[in-house]
């Protein structure tokens, strides 16, 4: 079975600060690793995804996230936040045994500070 | 692109009565898509994997005759809420995945539909 912790459910920072969101994995094959942000009453609009290769995903509005094996994590990050980033992320999984089910975590609220 | 169409994307519906969600994959055939359902403030829970031809199959604790699932072509499945109560009153999602050998396997999401039971 597949599953993700997502450490913090909240996480505030300030504008133009660094934005790091946490994600562990648990997966005995490969894992397809996700980050969705979810804006309030809307559906999930995919940041970035790593599949296979670079373990350095860059994805959408800056945000990167990093695949590390031997941690099994895949902490999203932002250099600098913006208003707009203020939102809910969830970080998922999914695997070609797994029949690709997506697997999420219990999501990250997103608070920016002025 | 490959786009995933939820409709409708809001419905109210009295208490006992059922009601049909749709989803279809536009530009690609899934032969393979999921329910989601999300409650406010929480994340998505996997409901079903529905495959085309063939009877979904169903997450524990998910009660298959409520929430039926109907997987009849390569472009469509539908999810009926049954004798829905108050409590069905819920987010779903739907996801479907591209199998076309030159897109990875891509799943994409549909825009989700509120269900509000009444």
């Known amino acids: 079975a597949q599953s993700v912790t997502q450490l913090g459910s909240h996480v505030s920072v300030s504008e133009g600060a660094l934005v790091l969101l946490r994600c562990n994995y648990s997966?005995?094959?490969?894992?397809?690793l996700f980050w969705y942000v979810q804006y309030p009453n809307q559906g999930l609009q995919l940041l970035l995804k790593y599949t296979t290769g670079a373990t350095l995903v860059k994805g959408i509005n800056g945000f990167e996230a990093e695949f590390k094996k031997s941690e099994t994590s895949f902490h999203l990050t932002k250099p600098s936040a913006h208003m707009s980033d203020a939102a809910e992320y969830f970080c998922?999984?999914?695997?070609?045994?797994?029949?690709?089910?997506?697997?999420f975590g219990a999501g990250t609220r997103l608070f920016v500070k002025a | 692109g490959a786009v995933v169409s939820q409709h409708p994307s809001r419905v109210i519906c009295k208490s006992g009565t059922s009601v049909k969600i749709e989803c279809r994959s536009l530009d690609f055939q899934a032969t393979t898509m999921f329910w989601y359902r999300q409650f406010p403030k929480q994340s998505l829970m996997l409901m079903a994997t529905s495959n085309e031809g063939s009877k979904a199959t169903y997450e524990q604790g998910v009660e298959k005759d409520k929430f039926l699932i109907n997987h009849a072509s390569l472009t469509l499945s539908t999810l009926t809420v049954t004798s829905a109560h108050p409590e069905d009153s819920s987010f779903y999602i739907c996801?479907?995945?591209?199998?076309?050998?030159?897109?990875?396997?891509?799943?994409?999401f549909g825009e989700g539909s509120w269900l509000t039971v009444v």
């Open positions: 996801s479907a995945r591209d199998g076309r050998s030159y897109s990875g396997n891509t799943i994409y």
């Open positions: 998922a999984v999914s695997s070609y045994t797994g029949g690709f089910k997506t697997i």
């Open positions: 997966s005995s094959v490969p894992p397809y």
